[in-house]
């Protein structure tokens, strides 16, 4: 029961960590043109967050089945604790670096390394591991493309506008972009921790199948919503204004952009990184603008991270997991 709870606090913390860290990119854009005021952004997002993690189970479900198998990790208590502790530091301390990096990426990379250390390969199911990672890898890729063609269908759409009045009708539509944005954040972040929990569920022998219970995505979604009110600047100043100087008309186009890619992705029960899809939705928009306007130097750093959060988790929770398996 002390481990079931513990197990409970750290995915809530988790979340929690993922509320401040990964819904900065959410209002990133909407904050750096000043179409939101931070402390209105943050509330706004807080709610739209909540409202998004209630409705939705499938990428639940998918970090519960997909990646590992319980059947086969005979401390799969400790399994668990060890992921959780990984993905938080890492989120800490990219937050704390104003990197953004990937929540979804340290969970997924350290749940397979305790995994790992605790069983071997036999542990890790290599073609839903693949499918996360597949994903995770192909949606930055589109949020790219899509950015660059949503962006230019605007500037065709709008070509004959006055560029001054355009940006400030714009600029009242990044409210609702936004909220799009939080809320997408809300339907596919919110849901990894869930998984987790339902996993722990699970284990412990306290219900037999992977269904999300209401109460996991409740107390899910509050922690996100919590994690959101705390706000998230270090991201913000990263995402908002260090890819490329946002207009609001650049705004709309990169969060429409993200909001497509983050929900089609919902639809089909895979976990994607909110981070990823909204800063290559900037770059696309970017690029379709003017491919010089992109600062390709932070954005080469931000690609880095991503590629090396995966690896570098997958490590750090290997060994916290044998360390853990002296003590538990």
């Known amino acids: 029961m002390i481990l079931l709870i513990l197990i409970i606090l750290l995915a809530l913390s988790y979340d929690f960590i993922n509320g401040f860290h990964d819904t900065a990119n959410a209002i990133a854009t909407a904050v750096s043109t000043k179409a939101l005021t931070l402390k209105r952004a943050i509330i706004m997002a807080a709610l739209m967050n909540f409202l998004g993690a209630i409705v939705s189970t499938g990428v639940a479900e998918t970090i519960a089945k997909d990646i590992v198998d319980l059947n086969r990790i005979p401390n799969g208590s400790t399994v668990m604790v060890a992921a959780l502790i990984s993905a938080i530091l890492w989120n800490l301390m990219t937050w704390y670096f104003g990197i953004p990096s990937s929540s979804s990426h340290a969970l997924i990379g350290s749940l397979a390394g305790a995994a790992f250390s605790d069983v071997g390969l036999n542990a890790i199911k290599l073609k839903g591991f693949v499918k996360v990672v597949s994903s995770l890898i192909v949606s930055p890729i589109l949020a790219l493309s899509v950015g660059f063609l949503m962006f230019t269908l605007i500037k065709f759409i709008f070509k004959k506008a006055n560029a001054t009045r355009a940006n400030r009708g714009f600029r009242r539509v990044q409210v609702l972009t936004a909220a799009l944005q939080a809320f997408s954040h809300g339907t596919n972040d919110a849901q ?20 999300i219970p209401h109460w996991v995505q409740l107390l899910c979604a509050m922690a996100m919503a919590l994690g959101t009110s705390i706000g998230g600047w270090r991201i913000i100043k990263t995402v908002g204004t260090q890819i490329m100087k946002l207009k609001p008309v650049n705004a709309v186009a990169a969060d429409l ?6 929900q089609i992705a919902t639809k089909f029960g895979l976990p994607v990184s909110t981070t990823h899809v909204v800063s290559c939705s900037i770059m696309g928009v970017g690029a379709s603008n003017r491919v010089k306007g992109v600062n390709w130097t932070t954005a080469k ?21 044998a360390l853990l398996k002296l003590f538990l």
């Open 301 to 321: 750093k931000m690609v880095s991270a991503w590629f090396t959060t995966i690896p570098i988790t997958f490590v750090i929770s290997a060994a916290i997991c």
């Open 192 to 211: 990894k921790s869930m998984g987790i929990i339902t996993m722990a569920l699970v284990s412990f022998g306290y219900q037999s199948h992977m269904t």
């Open 257 to 262: 952009s993200s909001v497509l890619i983050i």
